[in-house]
């Protein structure tokens, strides 16, 4: 495809977008969705964000994006150059991803519920110029910026118009800053995710697949104009970016941000008349919380047109409270790497197709396959594989874990499913040995090599067991050293001190030693079958 004339306010601003780098054959032009927005509908409202009870046109969101990428380039950020952001929910994480889009630089989304020990390697992985954070986590930013030789700090402060922050934006004098011209083929976000060897591995986001994500998810959600989403999940995370934000804001609608999740503060959103929310997303847990909460009964769910749900399985029960309060849960598959919409099960279909993920999305294909690398047939189980313009090219500076993670042009996910007679996917089981709890990927070998740590320990393994509460929680089977002694307190609390809460184990166990193949692999597949019986109680 060749290259289409770039959307611009002037002549000389398109002449200085498309003077910085020339645009190869095939590549195709990036757009401003802002700026387009701002140009067609400057008064409508953009992002509402609750947790500073302010509220923001695309002709405000606008100036805010040109007024950080001028303080950005006084900083010296340019193309490529990376910007980490430590923050709870805000209008600044969208006021910092354009921003980076109008300079070619790079947003590092950070995870705040991880150790500093945890963000350390992050940052020296991607080597932020820039690190933007909330007040909170001051003292953290400090360290880490010793740590990581990060240039220049900027602090957040809820919105205070004497804080870092919007003091830089207010010094903005209104020239606009050179836009530098991208394409669907260049990073615009890095997310970083557990790898199965114990360390994160950066997965790159492109311009290309935010706008297939749009695209995909666009369509079978009905997101349009006149949408209204309310999101709760963290920013920082696909789902909260993703699902359904950047969609909204590609297609001209109205985000509702919360700070984080609360069953009452959501429920009282969801059921406001004046709030007007249409379309909501989440995993499996704020929904589950939310039903069980005193208030869901009486909640106004009528004008809620998509209930989305995904990271994790959800069980029916859930399915059902929420169909007889009138909301039938989509749900769908994806993956940070996946943009991250790519199976999706119409709401039509969730009650007669329980527990599959759906079909797949328009600009997305998939296939299910053998260990002979052959295609599966109905109900065979197998890993499955994905492809489309949506997929990440790849992980930051990791072209090992990018060879590992493809076959050709196939992604391969790491779930084993399965399809039926009609064509709608199941996931089964992981194929890796990844859980899920409330809704965080949790990869075993990270928390293994913490707990290697313990002196006491000469053998330790992580598997995931069922809890009522998040999904599945993680249970340490450790087999101690000679004459050794261990406890779970202090199995907890040293986990605690090096990993985020939702990777800290819940429960321990002693056994003498691991089960393993005669390679020395620890087969987690009899551990499995030792303490997660069907009937086993479920940690809560």
Known sequence: MEASTTFTENPEAAAAMTSS??????????????????????????????????????????????????????????????????????VEYFDIQFACARLGAICVLLNWRLTVTELEYILNDSSPMVLIHDTEFAPAATELQQRCNIEHL??????????PYETALSAYN????????????????????????????????????NFWNAVNLGIPGGIGIDTVHLNILPLFHTG?????????????GTVVILKTFDPAETLRVLG??????????????????????????????????????GGAPCALTIMEGWTERGVDLAQGFGMTETSPACIFLD?????????????????TEFRIVNEDGGDCGPEEVGELWVAGPNITPGYWNRPDATADAFEGRWLKTGDAARMDDEGFVFIVDRWKDMYISGGENVY???????????????????????SDKWGEVGLAVVALKPGASLDRSTVIEHCVEQLAKFKVPSDLTIVEA????????????????????EDAPKIS
């Open 21 to 90: 780098r020339p645009m190869g054959h095939g590549s195709v032009r990036a757009y401003d969705w802002i700026g387009h927005h701002a140009d067609h509908r400057p008064g409508r409202e953009a992002v509402r964000d609750l947790g500073t009870d302010r509220s923001f046109t695309y002709a405000d969101l606008d100036h805010r994006i040109d007024a950080l990428a001028a303080h950005l380039t006084s900083l010296g950020i340019s193309r490529g150059d990376r910007i980490g952001v430590l923050a709870h929910n805000g």
């Open 154 to 163: 900027l602090m957040i402060d809820g919105g205070a118009p004497a804080s």
């Open 174 to 209: 209104g020239t606009p800053v050179e836009r530098v011209a991208v394409t669907h083929e260049d990073v615009i976000t890095i997310m970083y995710t557990s790898g199965t060897t114990g360390l994160p591995k950066g997965a790159m986001i492109t311009h290309g697949m």
């Open 240 to 252: 909260g970016l993703n699902c359904y934000s950047n969609p909204v804001l590609h297609a001209g």
């Open 272 to 309: 406001d008349p004046a709030q007007g929310v249409t379309h909501f997303f989440a995993v499996p847990a704020p929904y589950q919380f939310m039903m069980q909460h005193e208030d869901f009964a009486d909640t106004d769910l009528s004008r809620l047109r998509i209930a989305g749900v």
């Open 347 to 363: 709401p039509s279909d969730s009650l007669r197709k329980i527990g599959s993920t759906g079909k797949p999305l328009l600009h």
């Open 444 to 466: 075993p070998a990270e928390v293994e090599n913490v707990l290697y740590q313990l002196p006491e320990v000469a053998e330790a393994a992580i598997i995931g067991i069922p």
């Open 514 to 533: 691991l089960p393993r193949n005669a390679t020395g692999k620890v087969l987690k597949r009899e551990l499995r079958a030792t303490f997660v019986a």
